[in-house]
């Protein structure tokens, strides 16, 4: 048995890789799955363009594993494309290393004339000097992960949600067990190794294997506009930095990021000055951004490995697979830390590939060939003969009750609640549908629990029709519906 | 020719001013950006419904009590003649109501939990004491989930809360709109399949239990539809309101405003962007002449208040930042009204409905005052009186 610690992508495509060899794993996620970094990114499927710089060979495995997540997951994907966008105060000596960059990465760069970027994409404002094509693309996150543990379970693999690990055993220096503390109490679980793909909780989950690693920590701030402003992915032409990233997500647009060092996995929630940040950043390739309305702001913590600092400060968005027997730490214990959501799979697969290697087992499949189960995916069960509990997204009645879990948990799968009104109207009908399974308690504490991740994000970004929105939303919920228990 | 008072927007507080100075015999213009928030809520007026999260009974007490509250100091004389007031432009407007009562009523709200209110439409459940009811729900509607409506209301109050689960109608399918339930249900086949199947389920529901359904009975033809299946159950019938859009302001707003025009209010649409000597300013800059001006403009919800990304609270109206306390009305040519008015807070104190009717008669009274302006139909003792014309 392998104990894998984390329901991100990099847990998930790890005991993905292992069941596919026959290898009994368990996966143990302290929340819900995609609670951590990988439910908080920034939705895109790299090219790996942005990287051709700073960080070559991030830059080509992006381009590898990007062609493989189209095969293996074409349901999760949209090929939209990118633009990577130069305005007239870039340099146009970065522009030169780029264009190097992405050819010895391999990745596929199109010059495309500025009018017809323009024509394409109208919200680009008029500093624009020149404009490349690149096989950008939309991850849908969320549906990636369910689908992977869907196969997990499905190939007698174990998903374990709101289960914490808490202590690794060990006899004679070697793994023997874990401690686990979960819904039903502490337990614990014999296996001969463990996986740390902990993200951004990596540097304190090592501690337990007596061989503590440093993490990099730094929180990346995204703002939602409401609407897909964009067709395609946009990316500024300049060194990675705050703000150079739009991304068109199902209905809505990503904006971001912003880096600033945390010092625990903890330290979530978007600030208004970053999100002010934002905004000023966004005004310089798209002058009506003050226009658009934006429906939240939140943040994710890169979990980035500090053995790659370059001199420059930039933290390599390349991975490490840690071995920590050989380093003096117990045998049986890995981490896996760094990298980026495209990668996962080839992640994993290394991880795998280490693990495999002390328990003596040898790869029978190939995850880069394996089709990975996905859902049908949000928004395809209009047609349902039940009402629709969410109008922004368009979920039916059934469309929910199909899912188990959590309002979070459903609100992941499918989507509801994420439109403009940000489960306003709908956050009441899905608790009381659920509250036909939980009963009306253990659902109103759900509802109060999504009503709370719902605000948090639009605490940074109070401002216009959101803040009309916001206003509302009070109105709905403490005179309509009578939500008022929780008020101090 | 003395031009129009300006009543800058069309909410509940908008719409009660415009009807005193109908009238008064003034003539109004109802100048708006949009339809304000009756279309979102049932139109139940509450006088003063929560204290924290409790549910007040007696709001008279409260008021009498009431401290820092810009309206602490109207009597209880003051607020009867108020209510007394809206109560009649609303009868005059065709929109009937549960009688003015003497504590709070108890009403059902839409999550099915009990809720307080003081002036109720017709239509909606209204009773002077809780009882044991039965939710009615339609299978096909989003928001009429009953049995667990009833959960909540019997852990709340204690009290029985029996269910009818009606199935979805002929023709029925996912995309259905609370309007579209209501056009069915008043439609002639929509009211005869109601009620056959209200006679088919009846038998498990105790006798006593008043039937509440949620608010989809009908757009204009509710009191019609309510009767009938009192008359041919022998219960009592009543809505309990729906998330928005709610059909009970929506009906409400309907009446109301053939009413004002009727009466010779002038509805115009569009965006005020200044104050200035004679009027507003409109439409960026075209002026709109006006002898005074209200602005019912609905704070930050309704758009009166916009905030920028600055943080920074601007009076859309005005164009202007406010500092502290409003930039209008320092010479009382504009004054204001309904949520509007600075420290409102109807969400958590349950008073949205006594803080539009108040400001708005204050604002109607001062305005007549202040130009001079005898009521050209004849006023009733105190503030501004009403007499029935008809
Ligand atoms: C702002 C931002 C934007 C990004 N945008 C992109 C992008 O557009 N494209 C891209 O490819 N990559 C992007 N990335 C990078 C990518 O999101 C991450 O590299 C990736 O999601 C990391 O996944 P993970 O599984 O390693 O970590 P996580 O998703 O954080 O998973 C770790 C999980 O471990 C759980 N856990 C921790 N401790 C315990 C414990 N003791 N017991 C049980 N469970 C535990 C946590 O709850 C968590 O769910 C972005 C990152 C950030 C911060
Ligand atoms: C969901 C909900 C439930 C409610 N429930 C209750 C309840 O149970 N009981 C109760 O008593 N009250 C209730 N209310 C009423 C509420 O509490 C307030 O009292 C009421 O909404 C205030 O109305 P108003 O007329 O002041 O503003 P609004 O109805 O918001 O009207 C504002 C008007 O001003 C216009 N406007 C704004 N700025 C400009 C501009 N610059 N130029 C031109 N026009 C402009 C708008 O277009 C609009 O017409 C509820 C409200 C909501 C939204």
Redesign the interface.
């Known amino acids: 048995m392998v104990v894998v610690v984390g329901g991100g992508a990099t847990g998930l495509g790890v005991a993905w890789d292992l069941v596919q060899q026959g290898v009994p794993v368990t996966v143990v996620e302290q929340g819900d799955l995609g609670q951590g970094t990988s439910g908080r990114f920034h939705g895109l499927l790299h090219s790996g363009a942005r990287y051709a710089v700073e960080d070559p060979g991030t830059a080509r495995d992006c381009w590898t594993e990007n062609q493989i997540l189209r095969r293996i997951a074409p349901g999760a994907v949209e090929a939209t494309g990118g633009y990577f966008v130069a305005t007239a105060g870039d340099a146009e000596e970065y522009e030169e290393r780029w264009l190097l960059g992405c050819q010895t990465a391999g990745i596929p760069v199109r010059p495309v004339p500025v009018a017809e970027a323009r024509q394409r994409v109208p919200a680009l404002g008029g500093g624009v000097r020149r404009v490349y094509g690149v096989p950008d693309g939309v991850l849908e996150g969320f549906s990636l992960l369910l689908g992977l543990a869907k196969g997990i379970v499905a190939q007698g693999g174990a998903v374990w949600p709101r289960t914490r690990l808490t202590r690794v055993a060990s006899r004679a220096g070697s793994v023997s067990g874990v401690e686990l503390d979960g819904a039903g109490g502490r337990r614990t679980l014999a296996c001969s190794a463990v996986v740390n793909a902990a993200g951004p909780w990596a540097g304190e989950v090592s501690t337990r294997f007596e061989d503590p690693i440093a993490l990099r920590l730094a929180s990346g701030t995204m703002l939602v506009f409401a609407h897909r402003q964009v067709p395609l992915v946009i990316n500024r032409l300049a060194p990675p930095g705050d703000g150079d990233i739009l991304v068109p997500h199902r209905h809505v647009s990503i904006f971001g990021t912003t880096d600033v060092p945390v010092a625990h996995a903890g330290a979530l929630g978007a600030t208004?000055s970053e999100v002010?940040r934002l905004?000023e950043l966004g005004g310089e390739l798209y002058p009506g951004i003050?226009q658009w309305r934006v429906l939240r702001a939140f943040a994710g913590i890169r979990p980035l490995f500090d053995g790659g600092i370059s001199a420059e400060g930039w933290v390599s968005r390349e991975f490490a697979v840690i071995d920590h027997g050989r380093r003096g730490g117990m045998a049986g214990a890995f981490s896996v830390v760094g990298g980026k959501w495209t990668t996962y799979r080839k992640m994993a697969q290394e991880t795998a590939n280490a693990v495999m290697g002390y328990l003596g087992i040898r790869r029978t499949a190939d995850t880069a060939t394996l089709r990975v189960p996905l859902d049908p995916g949000p928004g395809s069960a209009?047609?349902?003969?039940?009402?629709?509990?969410c109008e922004c997204e368009r979920v039916?009645?059934a469309a929910l009750a199909r899912q188990n879990g959590s309002l979070s948990e459903r609100r992941v799968a499918t989507w509801f609640g994420m439109g403009p009104c940000q489960g306003t109207?709908c956050g009441?009908?899905a608790a009381?549908?659920r509250?036909?399974v939980v009963g009306?308690e253990a659902?109103e504490q759900e509802l109060a629990a999504f009503r709370a991740e719902r605000a948090k994000g639009m605490v940074a970004v109070?401002?216009?029709r959101n803040?009309?929105q916001e206003?509302?939303q009070?109105?709905?919920?403490?005179?309509?519906?009578?939500?008022?228990?929780e008020?101090p | 020719m003395t031009p129009p008072v300006l009543v800058i927007g069309r909410g509940p507080a908008g719409m009660l001013a415009a009807s005193l100075f109908c009238l008064a015999g003034v003539a109004v213009d109802l100048v708006a950006d949009g339809a304000g928030t009756l279309p979102l809520w049932s139109g139940a007026w509450h006088f003063r419904s929560y204290d924290g999260a409790r549910l007040l009974d007696d709001p008279w007490q409260w008021w009498a009590d009431a401290e820092g509250h810009p309206y602490a100091a109207w009597s209880s004389q003051q607020w009867r003649e108020g209510w007394q007031t809206l109560s009649q432009v609303w009868r005059l407007a065709g929109i009937p109501t549960h009688p003015l009562p003497s504590r709070n009523w108890w009403t059902v709200s839409a999550a099915g939990t009990p809720d307080r209110a003081f002036l109720v439409p017709a239509w909606q459940y209204a009773v002077p004491a809780a009882e044991p009811v039965c939710l009615v729900g339609f299978e096909g509607l989003a928001d009429s989930l009953a049995d667990v409506q009833a959960v909540r209301y019997s852990r709340r109050c204690n009290l029985r809360a029996e269910v009818l689960a009606l199935p979805s109608p002929p023709g029925w399918d996912g995309t259905w709109s609370t309007v579209r339930w209501a056009s069915y249900l008043e439609s002639e086949p929509g009211g005869a399949w109601l009620l056959e199947e209200l006679t088919r389920r009846l038998a498990g529901v105790s006798d006593e239990l008043p039937l509440l359904f949620p608010q989809v009975m009908g757009i204009r033809r509710v009191a019609d539809i309510l009767g009938a299946i009192t008359r041919s159950t022998g219960r009592r019938a009543y809505e309990v309101p729906a998330p928005p859009p709610a059909l009970g302001g929506i009906r409400i707003q309907e009446q109301w405003t053939r009413w004002l025009l009727r009466n010779g209010a002038r509805f115009r649409s569009g965006h005020v962007d200044g104050i200035t000597e004679d009027g507003v300013t409109w439409h960026h800059t075209q002026s709109l002449n006006g002898a005074a001006v209200v602005n019912a403009t609905g704070g930050v919800l309704g758009g009166g208040l916009a905030i920028r990304r600055d943080g920074s609270l601007w009076e859309t109206v005005a164009a202007r930042r406010l500092g502290g306390s409003s930039a209008l009305g320092q010479d009382g040519r504009v004054v204001t009204a309904g949520r509007q008015l600075p420290g409102c807070d109807p969400d958590r104190h349950g008073d949205g409905g006594a803080v539009n009717l108040a400001s708005a008669v204050e604002a109607v009274r001062g305005t007549l005052q202040r130009l001079g302006w005898q009521p050209a139909r004849s006023a009733g003792e105190g503030g501004v009186g009403i007499v029935e014309s008809h």
């Open positions: 208004v002010q905004m003050e209009d047609s349902d003969a039940t009402p629709l509990i039916s009645a109207f009441d009908r009381q549908s509250a036909r009306v659902a109070r401002w216009g803040a009309q206003a509302l009070q109105a709905i919920r403490w005179q309509t519906l009578g939500e008022r228990e008020r």
